[in-house]
């Protein structure tokens, strides 16, 4: 029986991980090109939270001009990696925030960074998820991250109409819509989708802003319709069972818009 050195196997199978890693840039970049030549192109996608990027390359190749943001030096260090070759992607490393701060904390969970937040989880959530037997959530770190306020960086760079704002912020969503209110108010965005606390249930994060979807409805109800609730991707008409939940997306679209 031939014998295999230990050392050619382990650089045979780098070899293979290696080409795979580049077929999938590859056909990740085929897939993209092509697809933006299918669809007709929107002007500008505004996604806060990219987390790894999951949703977003869902859209991404719709636009004309996208702008994403990240606050995890980690996770936003993979994503600058994976549109650098989009020029019509801008990925932004800082926490999108109530107003510009060149340091805020942010609290990095031991989950990926799927629930890593600019404000701590609540027990009670921690204690409900436990009911349900869920893996405990824990902070791993706490690091200093910038913080900007959206509509001054869109103003600074001349975007003044969003076709679609999408953001998942862990509990900050409906405090970072309401620094948008000239847009808002102007019927200056197309659709929103933002995840919400549902049945006014309270914010999962300690000392973190209200972020209820009664709190939405108040800022948006004079112009937009609520269209989508449940969890992405969404769609329109659709309303899932999202009771037994802390919080869900929900999309609302301009009126007549």
Not at 75 to 81: R, S, V
């Amino acid at each position: 029986m031939t014998r295999y050195p230990i050392r050619s196997i382990r650089v045979s199978k780098l070899v293979d991980i290696a080409f795979l890693r580049l077929s999938a840039d590859w056909f990740f970049l085929k897939w993209t090109f092509l697809k933006r030549r299918q669809a007709p192109q929107k002007d500008v996608l505004v996604y806060i939270g990219l987390n790894r990027g999951a949703g977003f390359r869902r859209l991404f190749h719709k636009y004309k001009t996208c702008y994403g943001f990240e606050a995890s030096p980690a996770l936003f260090k993979g994503l600058t990696a994976a549109y650098a070759r989009f020029d019509w992607v801008h990925v932004v490393n800082a926490a999108v925030t109530v107003n510009n701060v060149d340091e805020i904390p942010f609290y990095v969970t031991d989950n990926d960074g799927a629930s890593s937040s600019l404000y701590p989880l609540k027990k009670e959530w921690h204690r409900s998820r436990a009911k349900k037997g869920c893996k405990a959530i824990a902070i791993r770190e706490t690091i200093k991250i910038r913080g900007i306020l959206l509509p001054e960086f869109l103003e600074d760079r001349g975007v003044h109409e969003i076709t679609d704002y999408v953001s998942d912020i862990e509990g900050m969503d409906l405090a970072v819509l309401n620094t948008m209110k000239a847009f808002i108010d102007g019927k200056r965005i197309q659709t929103i989708t933002c995840e919400a606390s549902t049945h006014d249930m309270t914010n999962r994060h300690e000392g973190c802003h209200d972020n209820s979807k009664s709190g939405f409805l108040h800022v948006l109800g004079h112009n937009y319709d609520l269209v989508a609730e449940g969890f992405v991707p969404l769609r329109d008409g659709v309303f899932e069972n999202v009771t037994d939940s802390w919080s869900a997306d929900c999309r609302w679209r301009l009126r007549n818009g």
